[in-house]
T-cell receptor
Framework: DAKTTQPTSMDCAEGRAANLPCNHS???????VYWYRQIHSQGPQYIIH???NNETNEMASLIITEDRKSSTLILPHATLRDTAVYYC?????????????FGKGTKLTVNP | NAGVTQTPKFRILKIGQSMTLQCTQD?????MYWYRQDPGMGLKLIYY???????DKGEVPNGYNVSRSTTEDFPLRLELAAPSQTSVYFC???????????FGQGTRLTVV
């Protein structure tokens, strides 16, 4: 799997948008970008994933650059409950993607 | 549906003892994973399985063993517990390698 680079930590004011960046400059053409988050002491939770088009669901939006070398997870109106570690992962759909490996992630703190 | 169930939730072991961490899923997923997470650190993949009868090593397999005799169960065995194995252990499943993963609530293990 391609490696990802994320900032160690970020802060965001409650009610504002949180924009979490991820670099994946060695991503292959068939690899998807996945985002998970881990709220303190709980198991990680899936947020969203995408290939090359922007994606949106009830939790977040995912913006992937045209060259696919980076992406941004957007939480449009961050709340205190969004304080968590956010992980960006790239995986291919077939062959060689059996391992699901997490990096160090970004610790997002939402402040009141 | 219970999803991914891990037992026990907490356990204290003495050095040299052995134990099995249980992981059961009712989602009929093929892929299952075991992770450990040390305090303040990210998740490290211990072992994974892409189907019944198939297991493979992850990033940190030493000191652990697994088996996958059924689709539903993926137990993790510690044979000779060491203080370095004090950690929180998470089990996860996914339908395929390119689909979202679901995590259990974790087992907090202390070796003294």
């Amino acid at each position: 799997d391609a490696k990802t680079t994320q900032p160690t930590s970020m802060d965001c004011a409650e009610g504002r948008a949180a924009n979490l960046p991820c670099n994946h400059s060695t991503i292959s053409g068939n690899e998807y970008v996945y985002w998970y988050r881990q709220i303190h002491s709980q198991g990680p939770q899936y947020i969203i994933h995408g290939l090359k088009n922007n994606e949106t669901n009830e939790m977040a939006s995912l913006i992937i650059t045209e060259d696919r070398k980076s992406s941004t997870l957007i939480l449009p109106h961050a709340t205190l409950r969004d304080t968590a570690v956010y992980y960006c992962i790239v995986r291919a759909p077939q062959g060689g993607s059996e391992k699901l490996v997490f990096g160090k992630g970004t610790k997002l703190t939402v402040n009141p | 549906n219970a999803g991914v169930t891990q037992t026990p939730k907490f356990r204290i072991l003495k050095i040299g003892q052995s134990m099995t961490l249980q992981c059961t899923q009712d989602m009929n997923h093929n892929y299952m994973y075991w992770y450990r997470q040390d305090p303040g650190m990210g998740l490290k993949l211990i072992y994974y399985s892409v189907g019944a009868g198939i297991t493979d090593k992850g990033e940190v397999p030493n000191g652990y063993n697994v088996s996958r005799s059924t689709t539903e169960d993926f137990p993790l065995r510690l044979e000779l517990a060491a203080p370095s194995q004090t950690s929180v252990y998470f089990c996860a499943t996914s339908r395929r390698g390119d689909t979202e993963a679901f995590f259990g609530q974790g087992t907090r293990l202390t070796v003294v």
